[in-house]
């Protein structure tokens, strides 16, 4: 059984960074492309960046370019999303997910002064 559990959100002011994490499980981890995906209150999913599983190519979100960095550690079925820069538009729960099939509980970020 897939599992995908995030972890790591929370309140933030602008400016600030956090941490997200993802632990996979019930697949092999290494052989798949990884997502993250938010959703604002009130608003859809928005896709955030994605990382292959063999080679390690991220593709990014322009919203997010140079302020996010996506990464996995393959020996640890974990992936990751570091977040810098924070802006009150960040404010989401965040997402991560295996295909479009498959996705985390979630972990809600909240960027405020």
């Known amino acids: 059984e897939v599992q995908l559990v995030e972890s790591g959100g929370g309140l933030v002011q602008p400016g600030g960074s956090l941490r997200l994490s993802c632990a996979a499980s019930?697949?092999?981890?290494?052989?798949?492309?990884m997502s993250w995906v938010r959703q604002a209150p009130g608003k859809g999913l928005e896709w955030v960046s994605t990382?292959?599983?063999?080679?390690?190519?991220?593709n990014y979100n322009d919203s997010v370019k140079g302020r996010f960095t996506i990464s996995r550690d393959n020996a640890r079925n974990s992936l990751i999303l570091e977040m810098t820069s924070l802006k009150f538009e960040d404010t989401a729960v965040y997402y991560c997910?295996?295909?479009?099939?498959?996705w985390g509980q979630g972990t809600q970020v909240i960027v405020s002064s």
């Open positions: 019930g697949f092999t981890f290494s052989k798949y492309v």
């Open positions: 997910g295996l295909g479009v099939d498959y």
């Open positions: 990382i292959n599983g063999d080679s390690g190519r991220t």
